[in-house]
């Protein structure tokens, strides 16, 4: 089987709270997706998704996406999308880095391969564990009493997990982490994520102000090593994010016990392929996981649930379902959230059917 045609479609993911903030005063309104289409010989076409949280969270943005396809796309054509090692290997030796490029066509070549094997992407991950995973719910930063409000509101619809946008004046966030803590029961768990916003010593005042809050720290500072520092002074569970991007600091940060939990995000690793090798990894060091991607709509959350659901339950923290903030519907057969869990499908591949009439006209075709 021989990848015959890429296409890239541009979609615009508005989100039902309007607004989505986070740390240092960033905010996205309208998400810009790619979904990346690749057409075979064989008749067989699989979807991916690569949709960055605005230009200024990771080092990938939008239209770099696009441009980078156009970079690497010809390099694909003629290549067996089952053969996904050796897709990859052909991927990065075409295009040093920008592993967010890469993303959307190694989805897509899962998806064909699914098709084509007959299996669900999370079978062909290494298996399904139970019936759903449990989400976490990420609350847009506000005042206190706004995102304790908010918290109680998705309690209700069913999430138990809910991860805080801190990260910006230490005092506020302390009262943010309060307020929002005395909403919580039994068996919620917070987490409260500073991406990257505070410095060394304003981490180390906000975990000390918080001592007795069941509270999870994600990625306090900007740093590895800040983070490392502060993780050393920190009664509480924690989460690194953003330095993860590689196994070379994942290994480092396993053996500096560096973290309890580590967020894995699709497009930050290159790929469901290259995360996979993570994962595992993750696994069989015994540390737990937020698996995910920067953003993105049904095609994004599906291959997150196949992800998620394909890892063993004891290791997964936490999941999102995407798909449940935006306003668009970009396919059929995605996860659709039932009491705060999503399942992956059990159909073939992702399980989804694009619904062309939103994607529209390819804004990108390469090969055909
Ligand atoms: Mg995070």
């Not at 391969?113 to 930063?141: F, H, K, T």
């Amino acid at each position: 089987m021989k990848i015959t045609r890429i296409l890239a479609y541009r979609v615009e993911l508005p989100l039902h709270e309007t607004t989505y903030k986070w740390s240092g005063g960033k905010s996205v309104t309208i998400f810009d997706s790619t979904i990346v289409q690749v057409e075979t010989d064989a008749g067989l076409i699989g979807y991916g998704e690569v949709c960055p949280l605005g230009p200024f969270y990771l080092p990938a943005y939008a239209d770099g996406v696009r441009a980078g396809l156009r970079e690497l796309g010809p390099h694909v054509l003629g290549q067996d999308p089952r053969q996904l090692a050796k897709l990859n290997r052909t991927m990065d030796a075409a295009l040093k880095g920008h592993p967010y490029v890469k993303s959307g066509i190694d989805i897509a070549c899962w998806d064909i391969l699914g098709q084509a094997s007959r299996l669900p992407v999370c079978e062909l991950l290494g298996g399904r564990y139970g019936n759903d995973v449990p989400l976490y719910r990420a609350i847009s930063q506000e005042s206190p009493e706004q995102m304790a409000a908010k918290v109680a509101g998705y309690r209700a619809e069913g999430y138990h997990r809910f991860q805080l946008k801190v990260g910006g004046d230490p005092d506020v966030d302390i009262a943010r982490i309060h307020a929002v803590a005395a909403k919580l029961q039994t068996g919620d768990r917070l987490i409260a994520d500073a991406n990257t916003g505070w410095v060394q010593h304003e981490a180390v005042r906000v975990a000390k102000a918080v001592r007795d809050v069941d509270v999870y720290i994600e990625q306090p500072c900007l740093t590895y090593e800040e983070c490392l520092a502060v993780r050393r002074q920190c009664p509480h569970p924690f989460v690194l994010d953003e330095n993860i991007d590689g196994l070379d600091v994942l290994l480092r940060a396993k053996a500096d016990l560096a973290m309890d939990v580590v967020n894995l995000k699709i497009s930050k690793f290159g790929g469901l392929t290259k995360i996979r090798q993570a994962r595992d990894l993750c696994v069989s060091m015994g540390i737990a996981m937020t698996l995910e991607d920067s953003w993105g709509g049904d095609i994004a959350t599906a291959a997150i649930a196949h992800l998620a659901q394909s890892t063993p339950p004891e290791l997964l923290f936490t999941t999102t379902d995407f798909n449940s903030y935006v306003t668009v519907s970009t396919a059929e057969g995605a996860p659709q959230r039932v009491k705060g869990r999503m399942a992956a499908s059990t159909a073939p591949g992702l399980g989804i059917r694009p619904k062309l009439a939103v994607l529209g006209e390819p804004v990108l075709a390469i090969g055909g």
